[in-house]
């Protein structure tokens, strides 16, 4: 059972969900949103775990390269790399293999949250 949820927040939810769905892969579980049609608590799941997502402004300052926000362990980073360079992620870090045996990519969200995506299980 999961027990560290990462929160991102996002000035636009509905479109920080479309994009993380198509670029990513995530699916959602869980949309509330107010009678005027603002989502106000998203849940995003990723193989069985959660991203949880709420409106707020985008990170500032704009995080370094490698301050990436979440790590998404993921079975084929080469795929999911093309997946999200093609739906429009910044790729800030093609795959490369690490020296601790992982294969990882770095990309940047429509917000500027940074995620690493690699095949390391802790």
Not at 16 to 40: I, K, N
Not at 54 to 66: N, S, Y
Not at 92 to 114: E, K, N
Request: hydrophobic share 40%; net charge negative.
């Amino acid at each position: 059972m999961q027990s560290v949820y990462p929160v991102l927040r996002y000035p636009d939810v509905r479109a920080a969900v479309e994009f993380l769905c198509s670029a990513f892969g995530l699916t959602v579980r869980e949309l509330h949103e107010l009678p005027d049609g603002t989502l106000v608590h998203v849940e995003l799941e990723y193989a069985g775990d959660l991203v949880m997502l709420g409106p707020g402004p985008a990170p500032q300052p704009r995080p370094a390269d490698d301050d990436y926000r979440v790590y998404l362990a993921i079975e084929d980073v080469d795929a999911h790399h093309e997946r999200a360079g093609a739906a429009g992620a910044e790729i800030i870090r093609a795959p490369f293999d690490t020296d601790y045996g992982s294969r990882d990519y770095i990309a940047r969200d429509l917000s500027g949250h940074v995620w690493s995506f690699g095949t390391y299980r802790p």
